[in-house]
C-alpha cells in the first residue's frame, strides 16, 4: 500500500474481500444470501448482498480497529492512517462558485454542515442529516445516517450515505422530486432551466501537508461549464512535488514488474497445506474453519508484495493470518 492513503482508502482496502471483487452469486459473508451481480461495486468489493449487510460489516471491522491490541496476535498496532480532525473553522456559510478564479468555488474542510448552502453558478442547495434513529418512514435498506441536499426553488432531491459527522459514506441512494418520489435521472427543471446533479470533490491539502477532499453534493446548470472534480492549487503543487521525487524510482520498479512479472496459477489451499496451516508470519497456526473477515482467517501474503515487483507464484506466497497479512500491507511503501 502506497504511504499517503488517507484513513477511508485505507479502511476500503481493509474491507476488500481476500477473493476480490464478487462477480455475482459469491455468498454474503454477513448473511449468506447472495450477492447480486448488479450491487453497487463497493458492496462486491466486500462480498456483502447489500447495505444492512455492509453496515454490520463496517461495525465488525471498527470493532476490529478499535479493540486491535487486546488481539492475540502480534499485540502490534494496526498501522491505520490517523483520521484527521475536519480543517472547517467557519459556522454556516454560502460556498460561493467565484468567476474568474481557479478553481472557482469556495470550500471548506471536508464537506457541508446543518445551515450551508452550496451556490454553483447561481444554483442554490440546502442540506439536513436525517437519521435512522429520528425517522419512521425509514427504507429497510438505507444506511444509519444520510445526507439529503434539496435544490431550493424546486425542491428536488440528491440523497446518499453520510456518518453521524456529516461525511458522505459515497454510497449513493438516489434522485427524489419533491414529495419524495424517487427518480432515475440526475437531471431535472428548475424555474424553466435544466439542472443536474453532481457529486463535487474538490482536492485539498492543509497548511501542513494533510490532504483531504471536500465532498458535497450539488446542482448546477446542465449547460454551465461546471466539472464535479477540481484539486486546489496547493494541492496540485504537492502531487506535483511528489510525482517528481518517486517518477525515478517507479519507473524502475514498474520495469521490473513489466519485464519480471511471473504469474503462476495456483490454488491458494495448496500453499496453506504446504505451510501447515501455521502463519509465516507470526508463527501461530492458523484455524483453517474461520472465514474472512475473522482477524486469524487465512489469507495468502506476498513475500515480496506485487507493488514492489513481487511475482504472484508459489516461491513468493505464504499463509498468513488475514490481520498479520493487514499488518504487514500497511508497514510496506
Ligand atoms: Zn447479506
Ligand atoms: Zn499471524
Redesign the pocket.
Known amino acids: 500500500m502506497p504511504d499517503d492513503l488517507s484513513y477511508w482508502d485505507w479502511r476500503d482496502a481493509l474491507l476488500m474481500h481476500p477473493e476480490g471483487r464478487a462477480k455475482g452469486g459469491e455468498p454474503?459473508?454477513?448473511?449468506?444470501?447472495p450477492v447480486p451481480a448488479n450491487a453497487h461495486w463497493k458492496h462486491r468489493d466486500r462480498h456483502?448482498?447489500?447495505t444492512?449487510?455492509n453496515s454490520n460489516l463496517g461495525r465488525q471491522i471498527n470493532r476490529l480497529i478499535k479493540n486491535t491490541g487486546d488481539l492475540d496476535l502480534h499485540g502490534r498496532e494496526l498501522g491505520a492512517p490517523a483520521k484527521m480532525t475536519n480543517p472547517r473553522t467557519s459556522g454556516p456559510r454560502i460556498f460561493r462558485t467565484i468567476n474568474g478564479q481557479e478553481p472557482p468555488f469556495e470550500w471548506e474542510g471536508f464537506g457541508v454542515r446543518q445551515g450551508d448552502l452550496v451556490e454553483r453558478y447561481g444554483v442554490l442547495v440546502g442540506y439536513a442529516l436525517l437519521s435512522r434513529a429520528t425517522e419512521e418512514a425509514w427504507p429497510n435498506w438505507w444506511p444509519d445516517h444520510v445526507l439529503i441536499a434539496m435544490e431550493l426553488r424546486s425542491r428536488q432531491q440528491f440523497i446518499c450515505g453520510a456518518t453521524a459527522d456529516w461525511d458522505l459514506t459515497r454510497l449513493q441512494i438516489g434522485y427524489f422530486g419533491p414529495q419524495g418520489e424517487p427518480r432515475n435521472e440526475a437531471t431535472f427543471t428548475s424555474g424553466g432551466q435544466l439542472l443536474r446533479w453532481h457529486w463535487e470533490r474538490i482536492r485539498d491539502v492543509t497548511p501542513d501537508g494533510q490532504e483531504f477532499n471536500w465532498e458535497a453534493l450539488v446542482a448546477a446548470p446542465a449547460d454551465s461549464p461546471y466539472r464535479g472534480d477540481w484539486w486546489s492549487p496547493a494541492r496540485t503543487a504537492l502531487s506535483e512535488k511528489r510525482k517528481r521525487e518517486t517518477s525515478t524510482k517507479s519507473r524502475h520498479a514498474r520495469r521490473v514488474r513489466l519485464e519480471d512479472a511471473v504469474v503462476e496459477r495456483f490454488d491458494p489451499e495448496e500453499i496453506y497445506e504446504r505451510d501447515g496451516w501455521v502463519c509465516q508470519l507470526c508463527l501461530r497456526p492458523v484455524d483453517r474453519t474461520l472465514a474472512w473477515p475473522h482477524p486469524e482467517s487465512k489469507s495468502l501474503d506476498h513475500v515480496l508484495p506485487l507493488v514492489a515487483g513481487g511475482n504472484h507464484c508459489r516461491a513468493n506466497t505464504q499463509l498468513a493470518h488475514w490481520l498479520c497479512n493487514v499488518r504487514k500491507g500497511a508497514r510496506t511503501t
Request: net charge positive; charged share 25%; with cysteine.
Open positions: 454474503c459473508v454477513k448473511c449468506s444470501e456483502v448482498c447489500g444492512r449487510c
